[in-house]
């Protein structure tokens, strides 16, 4: 009697352009698909996940191939083609799919390594569910382990302490120079994806303003909505260099914006506050020399790959410790599954058993339900400890770790034993 | 008594610079509470050390090169902790307790032989003046290694060559704090040190200003700290410029409590 299987399935920033998970994306809540989800009978339990860089649907089943067929159709059919899902959805089965749950919520398979947000995202995925009521014995146990190795694999490890992507980095030595964050502005010059993530990044390390300067203003009005901050024109950028103090410059201009001359006379209005120039577009933008004034700091998208180099080594040992951390609990949990198994047979054979004691003991004592109460407990409890003493030993064999058996085979052993799938026919059919 | 107390914390500020400098190396964070209750414990065992020689001399122990030594020693292990206490500032206990640990040495091998002030000099100006201006000097010196660590960590931000030095100093922010807070209590009480000083010379002597080597000198590091409070705090310098100013005024500072009182002779050469 083998237990529902485990299934995942989902896209993610690896296998998934982000025009197509733009697609895939839930942005209306959780509710409509997990309500969309319960319709379908061939799930026994199911979550759903939805970030900006993954849609994921957990669920046991019975039947992994139908199950999986439904499921693709109902969340991702509707939006795009089956050769579409073939090249993109990947799919998870059992110990698998629980790895690759936990490598999410420990943010190992994030698209910046290490960053806290998915535990949050992954644990308002869960109140979702659990409030919809779909979530059921198995997924409570594996997400609930989820977060505790989440814990554990930030605790043990400093994985999350490591810059590991340019924005990362760009944010890290900002704290070097700055020390804190919070209360700094930043001005995006050119609204290039890199330059939104490297925003994104400063906002949540607590930034105070954002301001975008775009060559054409709608596109840094859309840009500067999104943080709560404001636009300006090209033209008024030397001006605004004397209130930010980190620029993320990203224009695609032929040549540089802005000269080692433009800034100096800055530098004394703003008398002597650090400014942190991040030049990550290609061709550069700024002026090289302009690292050389005292309390600016420049650095080009070279620069900051160095700096991300530097820290993966020390990265990717961190990564093989939480790797470590990950099997162990995936092992753990494949224990417990296994145990789930046995249940079953353990349950059936205490009934069979406890049925044939009480049996005999009514064919001598007469029917348990006319007895008096008091007497009646006594008997109750005495069928129940030569239940347990009889059974103990299939009990033990079950339960201990046996390694030159296997679980499935030793419960197979017991089943043939006590007859329990005949006995059990029997019933049914005398039922 | 004294004596041994001293000795004791000369050791135990040994144990305290090597749990801190191992701690800078390995980055243990265990080793850092270990370093600090060390320190703690040498500095208090210092203290003691400080009254109980007071008690034996039956003066304020900063008449002769090893009290006065030792008390700057203790005066800027009184600064660290105090900014310890306030602000957390990631390693300084690394570059300071070897400094302190330094000057404990030059203490201890200076002649501990007690000298007392020749009566024509006592006055409960001395005291005040020596004891503003030693602490006056513990906060310079602080300043003097917020200065150095600054220049070390903007120098691998501005390479962008990441030694040893980036992950384990705090931000360049902090330090220039540090280097501000240090300059603003430092340098009035220098300030107040020397006006005690001249009040002082005036009451034994009959004028305020003697232009005895060790005072010119005292003349020109209240200059330098000057223009570098003047620059910092007026003209608005930070950082790299402010950093170097306090290191060159500091090195002053330290001429004027050394080089002057071994290369020129003067009224304030401790007795031989």
Known sequence: MPHDAIVLLGVNHKTTPLAVREKLAFAAGYEEPLRALGQLEELREYYLLSTCNRVEVLFTCRDVEQAQHRVL?????????????????????NAE???HLFLVAASLDSMIV??????GQLKEAYRHATKAGCSGFILNKLLHKSFSVAKRVRTETRIGA??????????ELGKKIFGDLARKKVLLVGAGEM???AAEHLVRHGVAEVVVANRTLQRAINLARCYNGRAIALEELPDQLRQVDIIISSTGAPGLILQKEDVRPVMRERRNRPLFFIDIAVPRDLDPAINDLDNVFLYDIDDLHNVVEMNKSERDKEAVKAQRIIAEEKLKFGRWLANMESTPTIVQLRAMVEHQVQAEVEKTMGRLVTMDEQQRRGLEKMVAAITGKAIFPALHYLKADNHCIGLPERIKTIRELYFLDTVANDQEEDG | MSFLLFQSCVVVYLLATAAYLVFFLTQKNTLRQTGRVIFLAAFFLHTASLIARAIETG???????HEAISFFGWSLGCCYLSFCWRYAVKNLGAFVSPLVFALMLVAAFSSRSMVSLSPALQSWWFPVHALITLLADGFLALSCIGSIMYLLQEREIKKKRFGLFYSRLPSLEILDKLNHHCLSMGFPLFTLGLIAGSLWAKQVWGAYWQWDPKETWSLITWFLYAATVHQRFTVG????????????????????LWGVSFLLEGVH???S
């Open chain 1, 162 to 171: 490591h810059a590991v992507s340019i924005s990362y980095a760009a944010v």
């Open chain 1, 195 to 197: 330059a939104e993530l």
């Open chain 2, 237 to 256: 310098w930070r950082g790299r410029r402010v950093a170097i100013l306090s290191i060159v005024a500091f090195l002053s500072v330290l001429f004027t």
């Open chain 2, 59 to 65: 003066q304020t122990p900063l008449t002769s090169h």
């Open chain 1, 114 to 119: 290490g960053e806290a947000q998915i535990l």
């Open chain 1, 97 to 99: 799919a629980v790895e």
């Open chain 1, 73 to 93: 159709d109902l969340m991702f059919g509707r939006t795009i083609t089956s050769p579409e899902i073939k090249q993109h959805v990947y799919r998870h089965v």
């Open chain 2, 269 to 271: 050469s401790y007795a």
